[in-house]
């Protein structure tokens, strides 16, 4: 693959942050509105292993957990897939120094998950637009 046959795939892809997940898995209206529209345009939602560690707590604390595992393995039939890689490592730790010298520190799975969408260059699609806005250089979509 070229790099710019890359660069164009990567313009299809916007990385779900976990809120967006539960949003979609929960039935919110926006959330789902906004998934069938990149669908329709064919933009892959990417999730990463750190939101899919996220989800099964959840699971783990479900009053029905089976259930709640078979919703979240047919939504990730639909999905694909990204793991935190040595690149997200070096983004993310260099998104915490960041935040840290300006005193707007967030949560450390937000940080992860912003190193993946920062070195993948794809948007991160969240509910919890406060503290990925915070992040320099990142493209959030919210709503």
């Known amino acids: 693959m070229t790099i710019l046959e890359r660069e164009q795939e990567r313009c299809l892809m916007i990385l779900a942050d976990t809120s967006f997940i539960i949003d979609i898995l929960r039935g919110n209206k926006e959330a789902k509105k906004l998934q069938e529209r990149y669908t329709a345009t ?52 260099s998104i915490y120094v960041n935040l840290k010298h300006r005193g707007e520190l967030i949560g450390s799975i937000d940080i992860l998950l912003a190193g993946i969408a920062k070195s993948s260059g794809i ?21």
Request: aromatic share 8%; net charge negative.
């Open 123 to 143: 948007p991160i699609i969240t509910r919890n637009d406060d503290h990925f806005k915070r992040i320099q250089g990142l493209d959030v979509i919210t709503y």
């Open 42 to 93: 064919n933009q892959s939602t990417v999730i990463s292993t750190i939101s899919l560690y996220e989800l099964f707590i959840g699971v783990s604390k479900a009053e029905f957990p089976n259930e709640e595992e078979e919703k979240i393995n047919k939504l990730l039939n639909r999905l694909l897939t990204t793991e935190f890689d040595e690149m997200s490592a070096k983004e993310a730790g």
